[in-house]
C-alpha cells in the first residue's frame, strides 16, 4: 500500500497561513492503515491545530472529516459541504488524494500534511518496508519474487555488486541500520527453489522511460469504460 | 476534602509503594533543570483529568479513601475498563480543554487484566508528550502511572506528587473560561467511560461513603 510520514506541525501552520477556517481531511484507505493520515490522525492534528491557534491568539476554525478514499470522485463527494465551507483543505491523504481533493474543488486551497514516500508492506505493526517503485516493467519473475530496483540500494538489474558482504549491502539506513543485500535474498531463494541458472540471466539496462522517468503516465482499459 | 492539608502521605506511600516511576523521577528533574519559569503562584489550583483503569488505580483510590489518606481535591477522575483504551485524542482533547495536566493510571506492568493495555496506554502518554513538544507545552503536563488496587497510598503519592508538578509548571496556555476538562475528556471517550459509582463520582476520597 501507498505510505506517507506526518510532517512537522510547524510546515503545517506555515502551509495554512492566516487562512481562518481550516478543515483537516483525513483518507481511510492506504494512509489510515499506516496509522498516519486517517479519521483519527486527523482528529489529532485538528486537535493540535486548534491548541497551536490558541497559544499563539490566532482566531481559526479548525474542523476535521476524513473521506473514505480521497482519490475518487465519488469519495470526494461525500465531502463537498465541508470542503466548500473551508478557506484551506489540510489534507492528510498520499498525494494523490491531496491533488485529487485540489482538482476537484479548484480553486481551493488544498495543502498536504504530510510526505507520500513509498509503496510499503507492514512487516510486522507499525514498521513498513519499500516493496515496489513502480517502475512499469516488473521483473520479480526473474529475480525469485525480489524486487531489484526498491531492495538493491542501486537499483542494480544484475547485481550483486562488490558493496555486498554477509548478505548486507554496504549502504545503511540513515539510522545506521543493515539493508539486506537484495541480490543476496534473490540468490539465496533462487536456489532453494533449485532455479540458481537464472543468476545467469543477462538483463540489459532498464528502460526507465516506463518509469516517472518517461513523463507523467496514464493508463486506460477501453474495454472498461463505460458506454 | 477541600479543607484538608494536601500533604503527602509520606510514610504509607514508603511503606506501600518503594518509589516512584522512573519516568516521573526524570521528568521531575528536566522540569528543575529548565527553572528560569515564571514563579509559583500559591493561589493556583490545577485542574487534573486522571483516566484511571477500573482494576487497579480506580479501586487504589477507593483505598486511599478508606484508608483516610489525604490527598490533593485537583484531580478529577474517570474510569476506564483499561488504560488501553486510552487514544492519544483523548489526552489532546482534555489539553485542549484547558486541563492543567492528564495522567493515566493503570495496573502494574505485566499485570494488564487484559494482559497489555497500560504498555500501550504509556506508549500513547508517551506520543502525548512528543506532540505537546510539538506544540511548545511542557511534556510534563502528562505522563503515565502504574499501580496495583491495593495501593492506596501510592495512589495519594502519585496525585500530590503529580499535583505539586503541575503547580510549578503553572496554568496550561489554552485554558478558557466555560470549558470543563474533565466533561471534554469524558465526551471524547464516549461510550468507552465507565461510569462513575455511587458516592465516588469524583476524586473526593474521605467523606463519601467509607465510614468505618
Same mark, same amino acid.
Given at each position: 500500500?501507498?505510505?506517507?510520514?506526518?510532517?512537522?506541525?510547524?510546515?503545517?501552520?506555515?502551509?495554512?497561513?492566516?487562512?481562518?477556517?481550516?478543515?483537516? %481531511?483525513?483518507?481511510?484507505?492506504?494512509? %489510515?492503515?499506516?496509522?498516519?493520515?486517517?479519521?483519527?490522525?486527523?482528529?489529532?492534528?485538528?486537535?493540535?491545530?486548534?491548541?497551536? !491557534?490558541?497559544?499563539?491568539?490566532? %482566531?481559526?476554525?479548525?474542523?476535521?472529516?476524513?473521506?473514505?478514499?480521497?482519490?475518487?470522485?465519488?469519495?470526494?463527494?461525500?465531502?463537498a459541504d465541508k470542503v466548500e465551507?473551508?478557506?484551506?483543505?489540510?489534507?492528510?491523504?498520499?498525494?494523490?488524494?491531496?491533488?485529487?481533493?485540489?482538482?476537484?474543488?479548484?480553486?481551493?486551497?488544498?495543502?498536504?500534511?504530510?510526505?507520500?514516500?513509498?509503496?510499503?508492506? =507492514?512487516?510486522?505493526?507499525?514498521?513498513?518496508?519499500?516493496?515496489?517503485?513502480?517502475?512499469?516493467?516488473?521483473?520479480?519473475?526473474?529475480?525469485?519474487?525480489?524486487?531489484?530496483?526498491?531492495?538493491?540500494?542501486?537499483?542494480?538489474?544484475?547485481? =550483486?555488486?562488490?558493496?555486498?558482504?554477509?548478505?548486507?549491502?554496504?549502504?545503511?539506513?540513515?539510522?545506521?541500520?543493515?539493508?539486506?543485500?537484495?541480490?543476496?535474498?534473490?540468490?539465496?531463494?533462487?536456489?532453494?527453489?533449485?532455479?540458481?541458472?537464472?543468476?545467469?540471466?543477462?538483463?540489459? &539496462?532498464?528502460?526507465?522511460?516506463?518509469?516517472?522517468?518517461?513523463?507523467?503516465?496514464?493508463?486506460?482499459?477501453?474495454?472498461?469504460?463505460?458506454? | 476534602?477541600?479543607?484538608?492539608?494536601?500533604?503527602?502521605?509520606?510514610?504509607?506511600?514508603?511503606?506501600?509503594?518503594?518509589?516512584?516511576?522512573?519516568?516521573?523521577?526524570?521528568?521531575? !528533574?528536566?522540569?528543575?533543570?529548565?527553572?528560569?519559569?515564571k514563579p509559583v503562584d500559591p493561589?493556583?489550583?490545577?485542574?487534573?483529568?486522571?483516566?484511571?483503569?477500573?482494576?487497579?488505580?480506580?479501586?487504589? !483510590?477507593?483505598?486511599?479513601?478508606?484508608?483516610?489518606?489525604?490527598? =490533593?481535591?485537583?484531580?478529577?477522575?474517570?474510569?476506564?475498563?483499561?488504560?488501553?483504551?486510552?487514544?492519544?485524542?483523548h489526552l489532546l482533547r482534555a489539553?485542549?480543554?484547558?486541563?492543567?495536566?492528564?495522567?493515566?493510571?493503570?495496573?502494574?506492568?505485566?499485570?494488564?487484566?487484559?494482559?497489555?493495555?497500560?504498555?500501550?496506554?504509556?506508549?500513547?502518554?508517551?506520543?502525548?508528550?512528543?506532540?505537546?513538544?510539538?506544540?511548545?507545552?511542557?511534556?510534563?503536563?502528562?505522563?503515565?502511572?502504574?499501580?496495583?488496587?491495593?495501593?492506596?497510598?501510592?495512589?495519594?503519592?502519585?496525585?500530590?506528587?503529580?499535583?505539586?508538578?503541575?503547580?510549578?509548571?503553572?496554568?496550561?496556555?489554552?485554558?478558557?473560561?466555560?470549558?470543563?476538562?474533565?466533561? !471534554?475528556?469524558?465526551?471524547?471517550?464516549?461510550?468507552?467511560?465507565? &461510569?462513575?459509582?455511587?458516592?465516588?463520582?469524583?476524586?473526593? &476520597?474521605?467523606?463519601?461513603?467509607?465510614?468505618?
Amino acid at each position: 500500500m501507498i505510505t506517507a510520514d506526518r510532517k512537522p506541525l510547524d510546515e503545517i501552520i506555515a502551509l495554512v497561513g492566516d487562512n481562518k477556517k481550516v478543515l483537516v %481531511a483525513g483518507c481511510d484507505t492506504c494512509v %489510515a492503515i499506516c496509522l498516519t493520515g486517517g479519521e483519527k490522525e486527523a482528529e489529532i492534528l485538528a486537535s493540535e491545530l486548534r491548541i497551536k !491557534a490558541e497559544q499563539d491568539g490566532r %482566531a481559526v476554525e479548525v474542523e476535521h472529516t476524513a473521506a473514505i478514499r480521497q482519490c475518487e470522485w465519488e469519495y470526494l463527494d461525500m465531502i463537498a459541504d465541508k470542503v466548500e465551507a473551508a478557506d484551506v483543505v489540510v489534507s492528510m491523504a498520499c498525494g494523490i488524494g491531496i491533488q485529487s481533493m485540489a482538482e476537484k474543488f479548484a480553486p481551493k486551497i488544498v495543502v498536504p500534511a504530510v510526505n507520500t514516500n513509498m509503496l510499503g508492506m =507492514p512487516q510486522e505493526h507499525a514498521v513498513w518496508l519499500e516493496r515496489c517503485g513502480a517502475c512499469g516493467e516488473c521483473v520479480i519473475g526473474e529475480t525469485a519474487g525480489i524486487c531489484p530496483v526498491v531492495r538493491c540500494s542501486k537499483s542494480l538489474m544484475n547485481g =550483486p555488486c562488490g558493496g555486498s558482504h554477509d548478505g548486507h549491502c554496504e549502504v545503511t539506513t540513515p539510522e545506521k541500520e543493515e539493508i539486506d543485500c537484495a541480490w543476496a535474498l534473490i540468490w539465496d531463494r533462487l536456489k532453494a527453489q533449485g532455479r540458481e541458472e537464472m543468476m545467469y540471466i543477462n538483463r540489459p &539496462p532498464k528502460n526507465w522511460s516506463k518509469s516517472s522517468s518517461g513523463g507523467p503516465r496514464k493508463m486506460v482499459r477501453e474495454e472498461a469504460k463505460p458506454v | 476534602m477541600a479543607d484538608a492539608d494536601v500533604k503527602a502521605p509520606e510514610a504509607p506511600a514508603a511503606a506501600a509503594a518503594p518509589a516512584p516511576t522512573a519516568e516521573a523521577g526524570a521528568a521531575g !528533574a528536566e522540569a528543575a533543570e529548565e527553572t528560569p519559569r515564571k514563579p509559583v503562584d500559591p493561589d493556583f489550583e490545577p485542574e487534573i483529568i486522571v483516566f484511571a483503569c477500573h482494576y487497579c488505580a480506580y479501586a487504589a !483510590a477507593d483505598l486511599a479513601g478508606s484508608m483516610r489518606l489525604q490527598y =490533593p481535591s485537583n484531580i478529577r477522575m474517570i474510569k476506564l475498563p483499561c488504560t488501553g483504551k486510552l487514544e492519544v485524542i483523548h489526552l489532546l482533547r482534555a489539553i485542549e480543554a484547558g486541563a492543567d495536566g492528564v495522567y493515566a493510571a493503570g495496573c502494574l506492568e505485566g499485570e494488564c487484566h487484559y494482559l497489555k493495555g497500560n504498555l500501550w496506554a504509556r506508549k500513547r502518554v508517551n506520543y502525548v508528550k512528543t506532540l505537546l513538544e510539538e506544540l511548545g507545552m511542557e511534556p510534563e503536563r502528562v505522563e503515565m502511572y502504574n499501580m496495583s488496587s491495593a495501593m492506596g497510598a501510592k495512589f495519594a503519592e502519585v496525585a500530590t506528587e503529580f499535583t505539586n508538578r503541575i503547580k510549578e509548571l503553572g496554568p496550561n496556555p489554552v485554558k478558557r473560561e466555560g470549558v470543563n476538562p474533565h466533561a !471534554a475528556a469524558r465526551a471524547a471517550l464516549g461510550g468507552v467511560a465507565m &461510569p462513575d459509582e455511587a458516592g465516588s463520582s469524583t476524586a473526593v &476520597p474521605v467523606e463519601e461513603g467509607h465510614a468505618e
